[in-house]
């Protein structure tokens, strides 16, 4: 055989095996997915992180005191999230050594630019330094008290500064709320501008609105509260300890708000899409109908935000009549749901996005391998790293209570108030 | 020289905040390519770079070089809108080097046909036949001569 | 551990550091500003960015569907042979009669593009009589004025060039695939191989040597328009396509201002 005809044939036997997932006109360089599972991947944890942070700060800026148990958890939470957040991106890029250019020229009309720097400004300025105001206390008793390389890490953390007295624990407390205050828009900020990322892009009729980064923040929220719910539950589990039921009941009522404002501002994209019925409509439609069915309509509509929503909402509407035991499995279940409904929005986003074409024509079809950058072994493997991490940051910043008259504490309660 | 006592926290966070933004900006003075901004948000060397490529095709003024008299009656006639590498293949190779041959010298129905096949989605101004109608079984050179449409052999 | 720290010292510290820093943009520009005075130092022989400004336009009457251009693009720009990449490539639009008795002015309409149209098209298996009208329409980089994927580089790996054309620096580029997702016109993808974003860049090397792009050189019916607005010759082949015709852009209402201009297309061109 003619070794010309090698590529020839590569290319009539790769098209014959495209045009077999494609329905319709796509643009040729579309059949095959940009963006796949790692960027799915990516806006979820950011989201947690953010949803995570939100619960915290309705401790420190709301003065929710009945949340109090689960603040430390929140924070350990956040920080373990955001930690892990930049691997997926990390790993997406053609040339991840190049990743460091986006914070030396960064080109700020993009906000894929202003990432680096909303997510250092984050990281440092509010989450590693509301932990390091709420912690200061607690690691100079455990730098004094611990050897070895624990100790030695407590030390370092202290930045070298041991002064526990009232006067300064007092300034330590003004300072957690000054940077919460200003942390919760940077939170808004950091997963808005995920969502702003999609919003941006005018090209592509499913991402490109005005609501897409609100939809971001509201999903955010309710898949981080719904985290801290489950870690929280997990972690009593893991020690043993009886959970706060008025916490839980307090989680469980932010986790319906937040869940109904995040049906209501998805409800109204839809509502206005098929209202204004553009001419984008009717591939969106098919898109939905068809490729998208089972995981936008059954799994993010019906079993991550209709169903929790009803359970949730009979939580808040007849909570007397509900036994303390079923409201908390309503509360753990509904969480469950979320958490994978928040996901499928996510991935509906993303490869929902991808797989209609820009000519309104046609659909492509998204495959998925084991192995591989686009594989659901990374993928998988990077959704369950964080929690790997917050296991290390509970190991490490919330120890147990001594056992004794305050073995009922609870497991996450911070020991300066 | 008054001094304020500053809290222990505060002065020593400040000091790690001008630590990391002094780092950052060395690190920003070392690592921006030489040429950036000369031109806008780039790279001022990509336009060299992108222009440095080496050609494929030679184009019509390289063949006009030696061939001048075949370009001269193909201006005449009905393909003089053709140049010669649409139908004898990328060709600069050929211009450096004479010995080395154009890609393609011999010509089937088919290279004809890709143009002049009849087809309800090509417009009208161009002469389209139907191979099955139009003298099936000859050649298409058997009566036409590429550089000039309407001649005979 | 002496916890004073004078104000004073602390306050002149800050405030040489933001002087620093404010002073940056200041000495970036003045360097730029010298810089531009000698730009000639970085074109290729001589080239000089800033006295052109190529444009392709595209009569849709005239292209034939031979896929030549398709063709010649790859093996000039070494695209990867597959058959989902592409620099430019040639759609087909078949428009068939309306049903009888329905309300519609024009039926269905089917798009295709086999292997971007690169071997030609295969007859259509939509009989004559059923077809109202058909055509077969090029696609490339539209080269537009406010190219929505310069704007969403994060780095600055792709950019609109003084003469033009819009560039990929694929040394510079990080493979985040933005630019790709924020391209209305499909013209860009991911090379497999350099793991770069890649799309049409006008054969820079061609013209900055004064050669035509290679899918304009092997065009047998003029229907890809190439030259040069900045051109002091009168008969430059774009500059009389742009005084003759009544043009189309594609997308219009996004804001792109696509300056690839369309004469003769139809309204059913996405």
Redesign the interface.
Known sequence: MDPALT??L???G??HH?ATSIEG?V??????L??SVLIVVYPYITGLVAGAFIMASLVRVFNVKALTPVYRLALLTALAFLVCAPLP?LF?????E??????????T?????M?GFVYAWYM?AVLL?ELW?EY?HDLVVWSERERGLKGALYRVIT???R?ISPA?LH??ER?SKIITVIGIPSAFLLHGYVGF?FG?????PWWGNVLMPVIFIFSAMASGMALCVVLYKELCWFRRKAVDDACLDEMGKFLFYALLVDFTVEGLDWLHRLYAAEESISVLKQLAEGRLFNTLLVIQLCLGTLLPLLALGATQILPGRIPVWFRQRIYYNSAFLILVGVLAMRWNVVIGGQLF?????GFATFKMGLAGQEGWLLSVGLIFLPFVVLGVLVWLFLPEPPSGPEAKETVAAPVAN | MSSLKMPPQVSRLVLLTLGIVGSYLVARKLLVPKTFGEYGWYRGAALEENAAHKLVFAGMKSCDECHSDVLQKLGKYEHKTISCESCHGPSRAHADDPDVKTPKGMFADSDCLRCHQSSPSRPLWIKQVDPLDHYRGDKCTGCHVPHQPKETP | MNHVISRRRMLGALGSALGWIASQPVAHAAKAAVQNLLASSHAPKGYDPTKHKWLMCIDVDRCIGCGLCVDACKAENHVPEASSFFRTWIERYIIKTPEPGGNEVRGEVLVDSPNGGRNGFPPSTVPREEILKSFFVPKLCNLCEHSPCAQACPVGATFDSPDGAVLVDSNYCIGCGFCIQACPYGCRFLNPETKTAEKCSLCYHRITRGLRPACVEVCPTQARIFGDLKNPVENDPVQEFVRKNKVFTLKPHLGTEPRVLYANIDKEVR
């Not at chain 1, 997406?92 to 991840?96: A, E, I, T, V, Y």
């Open positions: 590529p020839v590569q290319a009539a790769e098209a495209l006109y643009y040729p360089n579309e059949q095959n940009l963006w991106l997406h890029l053609g040339h991840p190049r990743s460091y250019q986006v914070m030396i020229t960064p080109h009309s993009s906000p894929m630019a990432f440092m330094l105001c200061r930045l070298g500064v002064d300064a300034l330590d300072l990322i941006s892009i005018k090209a592509n074409s820009k000519s309104l024509r």
